[in-house]
């Protein structure tokens, strides 16, 4: 049995269990299985990984994408180019183990960012600096998108949310949200942003998936802003790990 799962903390959200359970099942698959994995401080990783000898992949999610990064023993260019890692592949020759890094999101999320995009969204705003804004980053400049981050503080090169202003939105017209702001069960909360100032020239993008229509979504929606939660990025982003995992293990 190929034992596959997630690393995070906290993990009552977690998309992937559903997603992989259900896969294996449409698709026949009777050999693997996926957990997850809670894990309270990432330096449980190492006896995680020594003590369940059938794991073969796992995903990451927060808030270890950047701190998972030194138990790597290698690591793929573009998941070093961004400073986060989401998938990992681990091998097993000669009782040895080797763990490799891969960044999943980038791909998932310019496929799904890609199928709204207008030439006029030239200009971004990323709200939040975890590890998922830093593929969001990744891929604005391999589309030579303009962005800038915002953070609950001000500081070098980053937006506070008091400094978004109605002349800031009407510049930025791409606001994409990296932070768990909305997702359920606190689904009552937004990203602090001048609302009344969007128009029908913004595209907001949630990287939020649950609920499927965020409150920061919903309220775009009301000024006829384009909309899209992160659902698909998700299942691209899955679909890719699954490659990876099944490259040379099954």
């Not at 997850?36 to 073969?56: C, G, H, K, R, Y």
């Not at 097993?92 to 960012?113: A, C, P, W």
């Not at 969001?136 to 070098?156: A, F, G, P």
């Amino acid at each position: 049995m190929k034992q596959f799962g997630l690393i995070g903390f906290p993990l009552s959200h977690s998309f992937s269990k559903g997603y992989f359970a259900e896969k294996f099942i449409n698709e026949g698959i009777s050999d693997c299985n996926y957990e997850i994995f809670p894990l309270e401080n990432i330096n449980l990783f190492s006896d995680l990984i020594a003590n369940n000898q059938t794991i073969v992949g796992l995903n990451v999610t927060i808030p270890y994408k950047k701190e998972i990064i030194p138990f790597l023993h290698k690591i793929d260019e573009g998941a070093a180019a961004i400073g986060a890692v989401n998938t990992i592949r681990v091998e097993r020759v000669n009782n040895q183990i080797q763990l490799k890094g891969y960044n999943t999101d980038v791909y998932g999320f310019e496929i799904s960012l890609l199928k709204l995009l207008k030439p006029t969204h030239t200009k971004a705003l990323i709200l939040g600096t975890g590890g998922a804004a830093l593929a969001v980053q990744y891929i604005l400049n391999k589309l030579s998108i303009t962005w800038k981050s915002v953070s609950r503080t001000s500081k070098e090169n980053v937006f506070s949310y008091e400094d978004i202003t109605d002349a800031v939105l009407a510049e930025y017209t791409l606001i994409i949200n990296t932070s768990p702001l909305g997702m359920y069960p606190n689904s009552e909360t937004c990203p602090a942003l001048p609302y009344h100032a969007l128009t029908r020239n913004h595209y907001l993008y949630d990287l939020v998936y649950n609920p499927k229509e965020t409150l920061f979504l919903k309220k775009g929606k009301e000024k006829g802003c384009l909309t899209k939660n992160g659902l698909e990025m998700l299942h691209l982003q899955a679909e890719k790990a699954w490659e990876i995992w099944n490259n040379k293990l099954c």
